[in-house]
Structures are given as structure tokens and as C-alpha cells.
């Protein structure tokens, strides 16, 4: 039976222990600094989904889509054509303010070139 979408708790959960090690904060501070109880995070661990407001806050504070942690029901992940990945790379360049626009512009130009061979690999039989 599909139950809906739903949080990607591990996925989640993932996400916040990287943005919390590079942060270099323990999982007390990455409450606080987010606005929710700790024990939201806990629970999390143990693969239970934060609330409403608890899962509004941590994508906020994580700057990424909510969509990014959907599971479409049953633990399937969510399905439907996804937005072309250089457009998310870009969007993702170009949302970071530490990144001077020189340097953005590199690194589109470096993605698209990998992407470009990527998909000329696969289309020649390559995967």
C-alpha cells in the first residue's frame, strides 16, 4: 500500500551530520543553531520523523529543497523527471555568496564540459 510521501529520515539525518561536522559543531549546538530541540535530533537517529516545523527549519538552515528529501511512499524515492542536473548544479553555484563570480563561472564550465562527456560516453554504449 503507498502511503504518500514522506521525510527521508537517513538521508536527512545524513545531510545535517555533514553540514554539522563542517561546521565543526557537536549535535547539541547544530540544535540550537537550527531552532529545534535536541531531542528532535535524536529521535531522527533512531529514524523517526521530525515534525512539520522541525523538518521546515533544518532544510531552511541546510539552504536546500524539501522536495530533496521526499520518499514517494514506502520508501521509494520520489518519482518524476528530475530537473536537468546542470541546471541544479547552477542554481546551487550561483546561490553561494562566498563564491566570487569568476570562480562560479569556472566551475560551470568545468561541470558542463564533465557532463557533455558523460553523456557522449554513455550514448556510444559506454554507460
Known sequence: MNTGPTVDVKTLHAAL???REDADLSWRGLAKEIGVN???ISRM???LKPDVNAFA????WLRMDAEKFYLA???APA?????PLMSELTA???ARPDLPDKNRSYLE???????????SERTQGGH
Do not use: H, N, W, Y
Not at 568545468?110 to 553523456?119: G, Q
Open 17 to 19: 551530520d555533514k553540514a
Open 38 to 40: 535536541a531531542s528532535t
Open 45 to 47: 537517529q533512531q529514524g
Open 57 to 60: 527549519a533544518m532544510t531552511t
Open 73 to 75: 511512499g514506502d520508501d
Open 79 to 83: 518519482t518524476g523527471d528530475p530537473a
Open 92 to 94: 546551487l553555484l550561483r
Open 109 to 119: 564550465d568545468v561541470i558542463e564540459a564533465t557532463l557533455r562527456r558523460f553523456e
